[in-house]
């Protein structure tokens, strides 16, 4: 049976065009189309069978990437991950949510074949564009992958739950810490390291393909830092706001200040849930301590997760 390669694009800098100079900032994000920037890299790098086929879902700056869009994609990779002959998918995507877009797919879809997505830093009229690289080991990473979400950037492989962006510029601008990538592609071989499990096998399906974008449940970050106000919270509570990730200072600590809003919050029915400002680790809770309102993910995931928690029954969080 033939074997096939889908190649999703949904825009992003991968996409972008810029000056005739070949710079690599000062460019329009989302100019071309997929097809066209997979031809020059696919042939090199599948062989010996493999076939492949592109699927334009959208084409967007990833910094304005909306519900809807995520519920397109997320249809197309269903229905491309039920074909037979289809081994995997890579989809192109803008760095700046590429986080989240990773884990709300590994959410909604925990796949049972490789989902690897890739994108890039600088425009693919730079001169020096780091995009028909990350295709490529992109692509070598769907041939010789592992069943989940990963995002295949600068020659590594990360898993959807502990992926950050955490350099406005620089090509390897992703990191895993303090895990490490679970994967390298090196001269065209994946060299997967021995934890490297089947994606996130924490993550919680859920089926949200009927449910409209509008509909979908509002929930906002609240960061606490020095010279917090209460007002933020309750404003947010009194425009009606569903549920709120409070990203917690230190070992998730909150301002003194937050906490009395934080409690009226949750007793007009607002989701609290409490997780880490700090770009490594997680929070470590006392002995015999117990919160059922701390997860384990960073910000912005965390916020994913709780909006499809509310769609669904009550889940306990520490089980995403």
Known sequence: ???????????????????????????????????????PVV????????????????????????????????????KWLAEEDVAGLVITHGTDTLEETAWFLQCVLQPSKPVVLTCAMRPATALSADGPANLRDALLATVHGV??????????????????????????????????????????????AVSASAGDASAIAYSVWGVDAAQWPWVEIVTSMACSRAAAVDALVAAGVKGLVVAGTGNGSIHQDLLPAL??????????????????GQIVLADGEQDPGVTVLSPVKARISLM????????PCDTL
Request: one cysteine or more; proline letters at 4%.
């Open 263 to 280: 409690g009226r919050a949750a007793s007009q029915g607002v989701a609290v849930w409490r997780t880490t400002r700090c770009e490594q």
């Open 308 to 315: 499809l928690a509310l769609l669904q029954p009550p889940v």
């Open 1 to 39: 049976m033939t074997r096939k390669i889908v190649i999703l694009g949904t825009g992003g800098t991968i996409a972008g065009q810029g000056s005739a100079q070949g710079g690599s900032v000062g460019y329009q994000a989302a100019q071309i189309g997929v097809a066209q920037l997979i031809q």
């Open 43 to 78: 042939q090199g790098a599948l062989h010996g069978g493999w076939e492949w086929t592109v699927d334009q879902v959208a084409q967007l700056d990833s910094k304005d990437m909306d519900i809807a869009t995520w519920q397109q994609l997320a249809k197309a990779c269903t």
């Open 147 to 192: 069943p989940g979400v990963w995002v295949v950037a600068a020659g590594e492989v990360h898993r959807a739950q502990s992926l950050r962006k955490v350099h406005p510029y620089r090509v390897n601008a992703f990191s895993s810490a303090p895990w490490g990538p679970a994967a390298w592609v090196e001269e065209g071989q994946v060299r997967w």
